[in-house]
């Protein structure tokens, strides 16, 4: 059976297009899962939005005019221009509440499509982990652990706002070096152990690396190399090299639908069809559903490390 009938069910009547292992859809991720059947995608990995204000739209007009609002504009040094970042700093109680609301109905909806025994593999960061996973654990799913991606990214360390001279030696907060992934997993049903989820639903466990060695949770990472973000000019554009390693352990067996709600530019939605593997993007916003249409066919194109090429070599 080819992508386009196997996935066609999932089109319902949003706006679509077909690549050769995978779908991308406009519309709202809630909106669109509420539809779809129960218990018919295999994997979810993304890097949401986490439900405040960074993209909303009059914060996005702030961003792209350099005015800051919840998107902080860092300072260039050395003649670098930094990428903005959201200031998760500075949520108030109202944000952290909202924030909470939006994903714990997320994750209720996870639950409800996801087959049993299958994973979600979600990006955070230091400042709201703790908040988003609290809240995807309440709706009912497994907390399995978490990846640290070893990756500088230039957040924190900065020195008290309008006060830098006179207190030269502080810093607000660490400088970051890590970026969490938090790993939950549908509960697999009572009296039935992973060999049998596995043989039933193609779930349970994750897939180990092609050397046959277990998949491990800390991954040491690049930064989204500039080629990659000439490609796609989205904020939270997530390596190759990082999204094929995590892509490939989702699917236990190397088969089913692995989904993305959050798509942004395509990066997980690339590194499926770099590995040929099935997958199902959606993305609300039309500039990056739009971007990601070329997005997506150039960054599969992107060959990465040798470990992650293919066919593999052992990692």
Known sequence: MDTNTFLSEFILDYQHQFFEHSLILK????????????????AIVTDPPYGVKEFDPDQLEKRKNGNGGIWRIPPSFDGHERAPLPRFTALNDKDKDR??????????????IL???????????????????????SAGLEFRGQIIRLVKTLRGGDRPKNSETEFPDVCTMPRGVYEPWGIFRKPIPAGMTVSDCLRE??????????????????????????KERLIANHPSLKPQSLMRQIVYTSLPLGTGIIL????????????????????IGIERHEEYYSLSKQAIPALTAIPTAEQLAMPFQAW
Request: with cysteine; aromatic share 10%; net charge negative.
């Open 99 to 112: 924030l909470q609301a939006y994903f714990e109905e997320w994750a209720s909806l996870c639950l409800n």
């Open 27 to 42: 519309g709202d991720c809630f909106e669109w899962m509420r539809k779809i059947r129960t218990e018919s995608i295999h």
């Open 260 to 279: 993305d709600p959050f798509m942004g530019a395509g990066s997980t939605i690339a590194a499926a069809e770099a590995l040929g593997l099935q997958a």
């Open 201 to 226: 639903h193609q779930t349970g466990g994750l897939r180990r690396k092609p050397n046959g060695n277990p998949f491990e949770d800390v991954i040491e990472s690049e930064r989204t190399p500039q």
């Open 115 to 137: 087959k049993p025994g299958g994973h979600i593999f979600i990006a955070t960061n230091v400042i709201l982990s703790q908040m988003v996973f609290a809240s995807i654990a």
